[in-house]
């Protein structure tokens, strides 16, 4: 059905499954894009497919070969080829 909904345009979907083995969930809710503006745009797949790919392969290389120690904030932990981690937010003292 989910599948069924993204074709259709629907604007937001509420609990769609999502899979792709190995993965598998059920979003929150799948939205169009919204721009600063406020404008809900569609992306064509092949727009963002390289961006998506590159992203998979760090998660998945993340998950295959796990830190042994967690600093308790997943995006503080560089990925598994050694990309730094996605925010380094500045630690304010006092």
Known sequence: MTREAIAAGT???YQGALFQPPWH???DFALRVVLGDGTRVSVPVPQVIHY???ARR???ASCANPHARSVG???MMPFADGSPPMHSPAISRG
């Open 25 to 27: 969930d059920y979003s």
């Open 73 to 75: 904030d997943p995006t």
């Open 11 to 13: 604007d937001v979907i």
């Open 58 to 60: 760090r998660f998945d």
């Open 52 to 54: 998506f790919n590159k």
